[in-house]
């Protein structure tokens, strides 16, 4: 009772407490003590005997006890002058020297449950306690209506005997009240039970069942008894009996000890939890402070005694952590938290407080603190761009690397957000997945994305996402990992460039390869076979006409010759002459140079090209293109027919695409859409077709980073379709 009643607190507990001195002084009291009980109280004690909302009966054994030094604690229910019940609970008090000192006085109200108690009197009438008969000289039992009710059968069920006992669950509960009504008939035993049945609508309830005995000539003729529903009590009974255990096991586990240090007479008072803190045995305590001193750490002992000398000089309270040593060497961390208590001259008379074992949280906080400055040297540090995002897409904070990478500062970043640097293609999958982390169906992903660098240029990068979630499972933000990879695309993009550059020159290094055996072999041949027939041939006509033979097949080789080296020349000089070519310039150029054959052919040009389209490609090699697309449209134009050509173009990203169409002879691509531009391939019966011309022109087109195809139809014309780098 000495600690309650020194309590400094008592305003925080949730119950009417107060304390009283010898002279009915109100030494103490809870917040809720002056809330029930008004009163003025100033800087000078005011006396119990004077609160008018007190009942007198209250004050009178209040007064005994004082008068009488009475130890035995008194229970009273009383209404006072406000109409409001309690339940007065009367305590005596002692002092450090285990002397009478006050009374502690709690106050319940129990208004609510005194009005309740006189609704369930006014209740009773109706309330669901049935009653119940069993005759044993007719043998008939019968049943009040609240008995049926509880039942669940109709007003006019007729039980019996064996058909009450089979309402009981099947089992131990069938059992007992089998053996209460056997020992009830048998040898006049009564009975309180509470069992469960099952009802009539096979409902599962608790009751309570009593049951007497009625004994003529020893003999029982009669048992009877009440019936009553209790299942929902039971309920709350069984779950408050659960909360109760709850409660013990984690107040054992809590381990926090109560410690009371009286300045006057140095005395230390512990709980029997300290004593577990402590490792120390509770016989070996003396009771003096030197106890607690021994216990501390050599170096935290000059610090412990400076805040308790603080407490009672400076009259505040205690909050202090500290190491001691356990009887086996080992050391733990403390918190130890206390009040003031002052007497009534306003000196600090004792300490109250509390201890409980901090030294996981320690260790705890040291790790933390560790790997977070590990973090945010790992963040900061990392050559890798990263950041921490925010829930609403901003960034909170981002990196060294990062900053690097997208040419912005630290304070540029953070006040912008994610979507502002974020190419807008690449924006909507961006934002699928953090929808999906939002919703908790994805805690990371990775994908490949364009950012603008504050130059403007694309930073290509590929992203990692990360949520991390608070400690109560709700998502707090997100990290993200920047890995700029701009310069491996580029580098990816320039080996693949030089791959498919060099698969293309090996391609046509064999080919040529295959035309220059062909062809050169072809000569060969029948420049040998000549030789052979002139060296031969006697007949001096013969000879002629052999030797003419023989010069028209060297000036044949000298051409292939010239042909070969200008394939050579095509594919081996270009990239070092390619040039600004104005493209409306160069058509209308070769079209002026041709227009006697267009003439001749009653031949419309309809040039549908732009006057500012500008490409890039070798002036003569252009030139070389339009002249072949030209005069092939001339030489394969239909006789049923003008000729009509046809010149438009179309951009597309980085390229210009341009549309060479007439209305000739076309070409059956089915037949000969696969060698169309091999190297003296023919395809119509013309005099002046040799076969390379397309073969010429794929190649100049190709030099220059270009392509060619063609869309043909027999007897209505063909579309070359040219592609040239834009300048």
């Given at each position: ?81 406000l109409n409001l019940w309690h339940r007065w609970k009367l305590a005596p008090s002692f002092n450090d020297e285990h002397k009478f000192s006050g009374v502690i006085i709690i106050a319940d109200d129990i208004t609510d449950e005194k009005r309740e108690n006189q609704l369930l009197r006014n209740a009773k009438k109706v309330a669901l ?583 043909s139809t027999v007897n209505k014309g063909t579309t070359f379709i040219l592609t040239f780098e834009k300048a």
């Amino acid at each position: 009772m000495s600690i309650l009643s020194s309590l400094n607190y008592l305003q925080d507990l949730p119950i009417a407490i107060t304390v009283i001195d010898l002279n009915f002084k109100i030494k103490n009291h809870s917040n809720k003590w002056l809330k029930e009980f008004p009163c003025t109280i100033n800087s000078s004690p005011i006396s119990f005997l004077d609160v008018l909302s007190i009942p007198e009966a209250v004050k009178t054994e209040a007064f005994k006890m004082v008068s009488n030094h009475n130890q035995t604690a008194i229970n009273l229910e009383l209404k006072n002058n406000l109409n409001l019940w309690h339940r007065w609970k009367l305590a005596p008090s002692f002092n450090d020297e285990h002397k009478f000192s006050g009374v502690i006085i709690i106050a319940d109200d129990i208004t609510d449950e005194k009005r309740e108690n006189q609704l369930l009197r006014n209740a009773k009438k109706v309330a669901l306690i049935g009653a119940w008969e069993l005759d044993l000289i007719t043998n008939r039992i019968l049943w009040t209506e609240t008995t049926k009710v509880i039942h669940e059968v109709s007003s006019d069920y007729v039980p019996t005997l064996e058909k009450a006992i089979l309402f009981y669950k099947q089992g131990h509960y069938r059992d007992l009240i089998t053996s209460l009504v056997s020992n009830a008939i048998t040898d006049g035993e009564s009975w309180d039970t509470e069992l469960i049945i099952t009802t009539a609508n096979n409902t599962e309830k608790w009751v309570r069942t009593k049951g007497e005995t009625e004994i003529v000539n020893g003999k029982c003729i009669r048992v009877y008894g009440i019936f009553q529903d209790i299942h929902e009590q039971k309920l709350k009974d069984t779950a408050y009996t659960r909360l109760t255990e709850r409660l013990k096991i984690a107040t054992k586990t809590a381990k926090i000890g109560i410690w009371e240090y009286n300045y006057t007479n140095r005395n230390l008072f512990w709980s029997d939890e300290m004593f577990d803190l402590y490792k120390i045995q509770k016989a070996d305590f003396d009771g003096h402070k030197s106890f607690w001193d021994q216990s501390l750490h050599p170096e935290d002992k000059e610090l412990c005694s400076q805040k308790v000398e603080e407490a009672f000089e400076l009259k505040k309270d205690l909050e202090i952590d500290f190491r001691i040593v356990l009887p086996n060497g080992k050391i733990r961390n403390i918190k130890s938290i206390a009040y003031a208590e002052l007497d009534t001259l306003g000196e600090v008379k004792k300490l109250v407080g509390a201890n409980w074992d901090i030294t996981e949280l320690i260790h705890t906080q040291l790790q933390l603190t560790k790997s977070e400055e590990s973090m945010q040297q790992a963040f900061e540090n990392s050559s890798v761009g990263m950041a921490l995002i925010g829930l609403e897409g901003n960034w909170i904070d981002v990196n060294t690397s990062l900053c690097n990478s997208v040419g912005y500062t630290r304070e540029e970043m953070i006040q912008k957000k994610i979507i502002e640097i974020t190419h807008p293609h690449d924006w909507t999958k961006d934002s699928h997945f953090l929808k999906k982390m939002h919703e908790g169906q994805l805690t990371n992903y990775t994908i490949e994305k364009r950012f603008f660098h504050k130059d403007g240029s694309i930073v290509n990068a590929l992203l990692t996402v990360t949520t991390v979630h608070k400690v109560n499972g709700n998502l707090s933000h997100f990290i993200a990992q920047v890995s700029d990879v701009t310069a491996m695309i580029a580098s990816d993009n320039k080996t693949k460039a030089l791959l498919e550059i060099t698969k293309h020159q090996n391609d046509s290094l064999l080919n040529f390869a295959h035309i220059v055996s062909h062809n050169l072999r072809s000569h060969s041949t029948n420049l040998s076979m000549l030789t052979n027939f002139l060296k031969e041939e006697s007949d001096p006509n013969e000879k002629v006409h052999l030797e003419r033979m023989l010069s028209d097949a060297s000036e044949s080789l000298s051409e292939t010759v010239h042909h070969l080296n200008e394939v050579v020349h095509i594919t081996t000089n270009t990239q070092e002459n390619l040039s600004k070519v104005n493209l409306f310039d160069s058509i209308k150029r070769v079209e002026k140079n041709i227009m006697a054959l267009l003439k001749e052919k009653n031949a419309s040009c309809k040039i549908l090209v732009a006057n500012d389209v500008i490409i890039k490609a070798v002036p003569a090699y252009l030139d070389s293109i339009l002249l072949n697309l030209f005069t092939n449209s001339v030489k394969y134009s239909s006789e049923d027919r003008n000729l009509e050509i046809h010149i438009d173009h179309k951009f597309s990203k980085d390229q210009v695409i341009l549309h060479f169409s007439d209305n000739g002879q076309g070409i059956d691509l089915k037949r000969h859409g696969e060698k169309l531009f091999g190297m003296y391939k023919t395809f119509h019966k013309h005099k002046d077709a040799k076969g390379i011309g397309l073969f010429i022109t794929k190649n100049q087109v190709e030099a220059m980073n270009g392509s060619i195809d063609v869309h043909s139809t027999v007897n209505k014309g063909t579309t070359f379709i040219l592609t040239f780098e834009k300048a």
